[in-house]
């Protein structure tokens, strides 16, 4: 029984130390402003996500829509991510925001991942009328994230200042 317990403190310990090792990931600050296209009907969803080299989801950055039962409607994101693992969502915003209307976040972007490879996808659904898995999507390197991106769907254009 002793020699449990010592194991379980000295376990306990090493776990401890090792965590207070961990780098935090450094991210990048960048304001997002999206700009919406003049459509009618209810507000968008829209999810940014990180994707790698392969084209794989690697992150969800932010998800415009608190109703989760829409997020369905995001259906690439929803097979690969959000109905597969149910990921606690920190990047959620308040309500949708409707044709023509716009809407600022700001988007933590992994240093690590600037001008390696790695892509921002913007999807977009509406209630009832399309959805676009890539609505806007640019690989991230330092131009990109500096320039105006226009979408192809209800997104009309996309707006990064880093912070």
Do not use: H
């Not at 829209?46 to 995001?74: C, F, H, K, P």
């Not at 920190?90 to 716009?102: L, Y």
């Amino acid at each position: 029984m002793k020699n449990k317990i010592k194991k379980i403190i000295v376990l306990s310990v090493v776990l401890c130390s090792t965590v207070g090792f961990l780098q935090p990931t450094e991210t990048v600050n960048y304001k997002c402003m999206i700009q919406l296209t003049n459509y009618s009907g209810e507000g968008a969803y829209i999810v940014v996500s990180l994707l790698n080299a392969d084209g794989e989801y690697e992150d969800t950055l932010y998800v415009q829509g608190d109703d989760n039962e829409w997020y369905r409607d995001i259906e690439d994101w929803w097979k690969n991510v959000y109905g597969i693992r149910r990921p606690e969502l920190d990047a959620v915003t308040g309500a949708t925001v409707s044709g023509g209307e716009r809407s600022t976040t700001v988007l933590k972007i992994p240093l690590a991942k600037i001008n390696k490879g790695y892509s921002i996808r913007f999807e977009s659904a509406v209630e009832d009328q399309e959805y676009y898995t890539s609505d806007l999507e640019f690989e991230v390197t330092t131009e990109n994230l500096k320039a105006k991106k226009e979408g192809n769907g209800f997104i009309r254009y996309v707006r990064m200042i880093a912070q």
